[in-house]
């Protein structure tokens, strides 16, 4: 089932004008399948002295689309 990205994006603590985008990017991180979003999700020590809020809050987002992924696939084996 594929995720409700709106959804996810909204419920996220950023201005309502950026859930759109990030609903966007979501859906795009998604897309480009579990590798990159691996990449994306694991992509460095993401921490909001480093980075803003949102991108970390969208990279745990991604995190879990990716752990519900493989989760759904081992549960096919």
């Known amino acids: 089932m594929k995720p409700d990205f709106e959804k996810m994006a909204g419920e996220l603590d950023v201005p ?3 859930s759109e985008s990030i609903a966007d990017a979501l859906r795009a991180a998604y897309a480009a399948g579990l590798e990159r979003a691996a990449e994306i999700a694991c992509g460095g020590n993401l921490n909001s002295e480093t980075y803003p ?8 987002w991604i995190g879990k689309i ?4 493989i989760r ?3 549960e096919k084996l």
């Open 53 to 60: 809020r949102h991108v970390v809050e969208v990279s745990v």
């Open 66 to 69: 990716l752990a519900d992924a």
């Open 16 to 18: 309502y004008s950026n």
């Open 72 to 74: 759904a696939e081992v």
